[in-house]
């Protein structure tokens, strides 16, 4: 495999569905795992966890929980076995890497307007973020934003 970086290098994107046709394509996207790889020839035919049944009705689904934390413990002859099929080679050599988008929308419209606010954010952001380098602990933040962590050393030098 051609990896950079570690596994679980990234943090979780939230990225915002902006509007009900947006959802609607998020929803295609997410059901169609399973037939776009030609694993399944239906949606409903994936064996996994799916929200499909939830979906289509009242359906309750009971997954196996397998523990791999025991499994990988073991690490006996006959735990081993199922090694070579557990990570065999049929596996894709190079998975597909694009850029995360800001959002999800039906229109570019709603995408430049969503573009808009995020960089007016980040400038509201950094300016409050300098002046409370600086020391003006009263720099007033943009709404839904963390203020920056207070490092003692350096608040007393600027002090």
């Known amino acids: ?48 966890l799916t929200c499909l049944p939830q979906l ?3 359906a309750r689904r009971l997954f196996p929980w397998f523990n791999w934390t025991k499994r990988w413990s073991k ?5 081993k076995a199922g090694v070579q099929e557990l990570f065999a080679q049929d596996w894709p050599e190079h998975l597909k890497r694009s850029p995360r988008p800001l959002g999800h929308a039906s229109s570019l419209q709603a995408l430049r307007e969503l573009s808009e606010q995020y960089l007016s954010f980040v400038a509201a952001f950094r300016e ?11 720099a007033p933040f943009p709404p839904f934003s963390f203020l920056p962590r207070v490092v003692p050393e350096r608040v007393a030098r600027i002090l």
């Open 1 to 48: 495999m051609d990896w950079s970086g570690s596994f679980w290098e990234r943090r979780y994107p939230a990225e915002p569905v902006l509007d009900d046709t947006a959802l609607v394509g998020r929803l295609r996207y997410v059901l169609s795992h399973g037939v776009k790889e030609g694993l399944v020839e239906k949606s409903a035919e994936w064996p996994g």
């Open 56 to 58: 289509l009705g009242p």
């Open 75 to 79: 690490r006996g002859s006959e735990d």
């Open 128 to 138: 409050a973020a300098a002046r409370w380098m600086r020391g003006d602990f009263s």
